[in-house]
């Protein structure tokens, strides 16, 4: 079995001593409280305040949680509750296609899918939550990339490989398909990350009217196009979806 790190171990006693407290602590208290070294705890307390999951007031001395941790929770639960929020819709949206359906947020310069509704058919299928898209080929990359200024960085300062030969890769060619992106308000990926799928995805956004995720359906390009185009019903359909998404997450303007 492997070891434990005593460090992290440590630290991570401290997080929750600091978090299960209703005033600031100092060092002897977290220390003595902990079974630490002055020196040890003040060690680590340090590091953790560089990465921003611990401060320190300046007038008493004494350590508090941090910014980074708090932002770092918000975002577990904005994943959680747009997951939530998305259950019904995404169950909706499948059955109306008649596609598979992905709910993807960033993560680690790519798309994240945080949950994957299978088409509804007979047909043989791999759940693919956990998996992770590429940004600049899929649907739901660009649409992020489009819409949340994160990814746009991540996307634009990756390297953008060439999936197929339909996959758009010169910087100036995918900005111009991100432009497109936000005058339609929705994303399209026909054969650049998989030859035969073709895919559509719209934004999602929360109560501050900011991007946190995006929905898509994704099929044979013989079901989801018609005439060389995306089909138009499925992608109203689509931008349906994430529009009820985003009005039960509290966003009041419609995308």
Known sequence: MARNIQ???????????????????????IASTLGLAKGTAHGI??????????????ASGRYQLGAELLRLGN????????????????????RSSGESVYLGVLHQQGVLIVHHV???????QVLEVGAMHPLHSTALGKVLSAYDPVAHSEVTEAERKAFTPRTVTGASEFEDVLDLTRARGWGS?????????????????????LPVGA???????????????????LVAAVRDCARAVSRDLGA????
């Open 7 to 29: 460090s992290l171990e440590r630290a991570a006693a401290m997080l929750r001593l600091l978090a299960g407290g209703e005033r600031r602590l100092g060092l002897s208290d």
């Open 45 to 58: 307390l340090r590091t953790l305040q560089q990465e921003g999951f611990v401060e320190q007031d300046d």
């Open 75 to 94: 975002s577990y639960l904005d994943v959680h509750e747009l997951r939530a929020r998305a259950l019904v819709w995404t169950d909706d949206l499948a």
């Open 118 to 124: 299978f088409r509804p058919d007979d047909s043989r």
């Open 189 to 209: 990926d026909v054969e650049e990350t998989w030859e035969g799928v073709a895919s559509v995805a719209a934004p999602i956004h929360d109560r501050r009217r």
């Open 215 to 233: 929905v898509g359906i994704t099929g044979a390009v013989e079901r989801v196009c018609a005439d060389g185009e995306l089909r138009p019903d």
């Open 252 to 255: 009041l303007r419609r995308f």
